[in-house]
């Protein structure tokens, strides 16, 4: 992979789909700079037993993503930014007419904004590099929807979209960005989910992995975070120089209903 050597930030990532995602990039030789709104020992710990797991510089780094002025010093700090995962996130389910006005400004502060603040300032770092990459994780629901999940959903493809125009105005550069669009992925936060889901519904764990959390994902098997690292240093390769402006969906078939 060209990615060995190179230093990626990644957004919210002491736990879930960006710790899964910085665990492949240190296995494949990259640099990390963890990152989450706490700033607790566990945390330090982890990007430290990370480092010396692989062998690679890693580091954690506080930043509120809800808040422009972090975002942006989160990239100043690191120092290097050849690779950008954009993947904070948060979310809250309820109707257009009941939600409430500081969820909907949270999420779009988080999933969106969050984005366009670390991407304008690590373009710059990239293109004195001479080299880029940019990989936002955004969601079966940035190209799809599903009712209740309104600010989720507009997050999600403003993601799509800004990941889009980032393409374009680096595509005579050697600097890509692309979005990758995961259905329901097996992290500890759904896993924690699936025994009070089967009392709930009064079912075994396989009828509730496959009839409820699973019914719109047609593999009926949840992505893993390995898989979506795999798919992030994919973009990040040789390979895929020329693929840039796009998505990739890792959904089992979700999207293609």
Not at 87 to 113: M, R, S, Y
Request: proline share 4%; glycine share 8%; charged share 20%.
């Amino acid at each position: 992979m060209s990615a060995a050597g190179k230093t990626a930030v990644i957004t919210g990532s002491n736990s879930g789909i960006g710790l899964g995602i910085a665990e492949e990039m240190a296995k494949a030789g990259v640099n990390v700079v963890l990152n989450s709104f706490t700033d607790s020992q566990d945390d330090h710990a982890l990007a430290e037993r990370i480092g010396k797991e692989h062998g690679v510089s890693a580091r954690y780094i506080k930043a509120d993503m809800s808040k422009p002025e972090e975002c942006r010093a989160l990239i100043e700090q690191a120092g290097a930014c050849d690779i950008l995962i954009n993947n904070a996130g948060i979310q809250h389910v309820a109707p257009i007419a009941e939600f409430p006005t500081e969820k909907w400004d949270a999420i779009i502060a988080i999933n969106l904004n969050s984005a366009f603040h670390t991407t304008a300032a690590a373009l710059p770092m990239m293109r004195k590099a001479g080299w880029g990459r940019v990989v936002n994780i955004a969601s079966a629901h940035g190209l799809t929807a599903s009712p209740f999940k309104s600010a989720y959903v507009a997050a999600k493809h403003g993601i799509v979209g800004l990941t889009k125009v980032t393409a374009l105005e680096t595509a005579q550069e050697p600097i890509t960005a692309n979005a990758i669009c995961p259905g329901y992925v097996l992290t500890p936060l759904v896993e924690a989910q699936i025994p009070d889901t089967m009392k709930e519904y009064d079912m075994s764990r396989e009828d509730v992995i496959k009839n409820v959390m699973l019914q719109r994902q047609p593999s009926k098997e949840f992505a893993t975070v390995e898989q979506l690292g795999g798919t992030a240093l994919f973009l990040c390769s040789d390979a895929a120089a020329q693929v840039t402006g796009t998505t990739i969906s890792v959904d089992g078939g979700w999207t293609a209903l």
